[in-house]
């Protein structure tokens, strides 16, 4: 894994400590001997937040069928109904 790729997980995870950008950076230049800066921390966060919200995935439909397979209940056709 690259040097900048270590850099972005410690960000992320410094900020999911509860740290904020100003001291991120400080933690990240002392570590790495980077010029980081709060702006470069922000940018980081921000592209990590914006790649979650793209993640999101709600895959369920919404009908009870979906609803009890996701449950470990099985489908319709698992207990011999096929439709009419």
Same mark, same amino acid.
Request: proline fraction near 0%.
């Given at each position: 894994?690259?040097?900048f790729?270590?850099?972005?997980i410690d960000?992320?995870?410094?900020w &999911?400590?509860?740290?904020f950008? !100003?001291?991120?950076?400080?933690i990240?230049?002392k570590?790495? +001997?980077?010029?980081?800066? #709060?702006e470069e921390?922000?940018?980081?966060i921000?592209?990590?937040l914006?790649?979650?919200d793209q &993640?999101y995935?709600?895959?369920m !439909?919404g009908?009870?069928?979906?609803?009890?397979?996701s449950? +470990?209940?099985g489908?319709? #056709?698992?207990y011999g109904?096929?439709?009419e």
């Amino acid at each position: 894994m690259s040097t900048f790729s270590n850099i972005l997980i410690d960000i992320e995870d410094l900020w &999911a400590d509860g740290k904020f950008s !100003d001291e991120i950076a400080e933690i990240i230049n002392k570590q790495y +001997g980077t010029a980081f800066g #709060e702006e470069e921390v922000d940018n980081a966060i921000r592209e990590f937040l914006d790649a979650q919200d793209q &993640a999101y995935n709600d895959d369920m !439909d919404g009908d009870h069928a979906s609803a009890l397979a996701s449950a +470990g209940f099985g489908t319709d #056709e698992d207990y011999g109904y096929y439709g009419e």
